[in-house]
């Protein structure tokens, strides 16, 4: 059974569009992550949701809005795209709150974006 | 700033050399140091977790090590499906929460 799922695998869309990722975990964990990777591998934190509450936001464009409906599922909304959010975009969870210790962290396939 | 660097950039074994990957950082605090293995076209996969100077972690062919100022990941006498990229991470107290500061990793490629 998968842990961590996202849909969809592939997004390819023109520049200016808005786009969804969803992502959704059966692990029972109740923190999920959102993190993006670019072309040379870097891989960056966007968010952090602990039981739907916001606990981090790094310096991300206002386009991005995450939703966390509840504890197993963080969506990630995209407007306005812009031909620099091309690449991939994973979803992550672990148990207890992101402070704490020990917790390892289960990431999902990961979503690629393209914007043409 | 909190600075995670990872070297060798590449790494290319023939199955049986051992060698040895590093991850220097540069943090005010840290929470943890953690290694993922990541394969080509999917997520990063959780290794090993180190929190103290000293500490050791071993796991089949891997072997993780911390102090003050680095981690090193040893692999001992690879084999062709230990070829992925290897990725260090530290975490980090900002605030109430702790963030995880990834390097750019290392592929490895080991041929047979």
């Known amino acids: 059974d998968t842990a961590v799922s996202q849909t969809p695998k592939y997004l390819v869309t023109q520049m200016g569009n808005d786009k969804s990722i969803k992502c959704e975990q059966n692990?029972?964990?109740?923190?999920m992550y959102w993190y993006k990777q670019d072309s040379k591998k870097f891989l960056k934190i966007m968010f952090s949701?602990?039981?739907?509450?916001?606990?981090i936001n790094e310096t991300v464009p206002n386009r991005f809005s995450p939703k966390s409906p509840d504890k197993a599922h963080l969506n990630l909304h995209i407007n306005s795209l812009e031909l620099g959010d091309s690449a991939v975009y994973f979803c992550?969870?672990?148990?207890?709150?992101?402070?704490?210790?020990?917790?390892?962290?289960?990431f999902g396939p990961g979503t690629r974006l393209l914007v043409l | 700033e909190d600075q995670v660097t990872q070297s060798p950039e590449a790494l290319r074994l023939q199955e049986g050399e051992s060698s040895s990957l590093n991850c220097s950082y540069t943090v005010s605090g840290l929470r943890g140091l953690f290694w993922y293995r990541q394969d080509p076209g999917k997520g990063p996969e959780f290794l090993f977790t180190l929190y103290s100077a000293g500490e050791e972690k071993e796991k089949e062919r891997l072997k993780a090590t911390l102090t003050k100022k680095e981690s090193f990941l040893h692999i001992t006498a690879p084999k062709p499906e230990d070829s992925a990229t290897y990725l260090c991470?530290?975490?980090?107290?900002?605030?109430?929460?702790?963030?995880?500061?990834f390097g750019r990793g290392t592929s490895l490629i080991v041929h047979p």
């Open positions: 991470a530290v975490r980090t107290r900002s605030g109430g929460s702790y963030i995880p500061t």
């Open positions: 949701y602990n039981n739907k509450e916001l606990i």
């Open positions: 992550a969870s672990n148990q207890g709150l992101a402070g704490g210790y020990q917790e390892t962290q289960y």
């Open positions: 692990l029972g964990h109740d923190t």
